[in-house]
């Protein structure tokens, strides 16, 4: 392709991962937003003028006014993510918009880091850690710190797709008398890993653990809600890694306070990032990660790589690696 007839893609961001960007860069005239932080709407709406891909994240939300001002040149709009809940993706098929997004390369990396949160939460490291910085730790004592394990556990998982199975092949590796998921779908692959589906309230009221990864839907907005939480164990911990949204955060924070369960491990919350005067920050049994589920180094260069493929291939016309059917 000639130069003059080089795609234009617009990146909203000055901070991804490079190795996408590069693959970008020769076939494409790149129009990069300038800062580290979420392009402001009304830029957005300037920028993303006459393009023929955009290259987003996360934090942009891609609606009908954005696709609206980007006009029928809009060809691809590529997320460097697995979650595209800030995608509307009805509008953009009935423009023939092609979505691309990042399956896979992120599930061992987010797998990781629910089980570090899981662990962290149950065992309240981070509790732990600030007691023996502040002279909390006077002497070892027999219950002090104590916390509940996995050994022997049952733990829940709800939404039972390629993070969901990551996660508990790993859980698994620490000797839990049992696994159960909540899917929409039977899934082939549980009897291998040794889950058992069950309803979503069997789930709640048998788990030591419950883990969310289910991925935010109309089904599965706020269905961790206040009747829920009283389903589950006074004794369990839930942890959520897939988006904040499923879960009624008043409700949860209420759950907490009471004693409703013992404990929360949250990488995403309602609204991102969590205002400093959140009451989950006041709480002892809460520990709150700033949604990083996916970023282990080369998992975001794998990301990025693998946008820019998806974008280049929505160009050209040609397979993309991860089509949002
Ligand atoms: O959807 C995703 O990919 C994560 O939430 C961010 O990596």
Known sequence: MGNSKKFKVLISRSDMPESGVDI????????????????PKADFIKSVQGVNGIYCCITDKIDKELLDAAGPELKVVATISVGYDHIDVGECKKRGIKIGYTPDVLTDATA????????????????AMH???????????????????????????????????????????????????????????????GATKVSFDELLTKSDFVICCAALAPETKEMFNRNAF???KNSAVFINTSRGGIVDQNALIEALQNGTIRAAGLDVTSPEPLPLDSPLFKLKNCVILPHIGSAAIQTRSNMSEMTANNILAGLNGTKMPAQLE
């Open 24 to 39: 970008l860069k020769k076939q494409c005239e790149l129009k990069v937003w300038d800062g580290p932080l979420p392009i």
């Open 112 to 127: 990781e880091l629910t089980l570090a949160l899981l662990l962290c939460t149950s065992r309240r490291l981070p509790e």
């Open 131 to 193: 007691e023996a910085r502040t002279g909390g730790w006077v002497s070892w004592a027999p219950t002090w710190m104590t916390g509940p394990g996995l050994a022997d556990a049952t733990v829940g998982i709800v939404g039972f797709g390629r993070i969901g199975q990551a996660v508990a092949k790993r859980v698994k590796s620490f000797n839990t008398s049992q696994l159960l998921y909540f899917n929409r779908s039977e899934k082939s692959e549980a009897k291998e890993i």
């Open 230 to 232: 009283k389903k589950m």
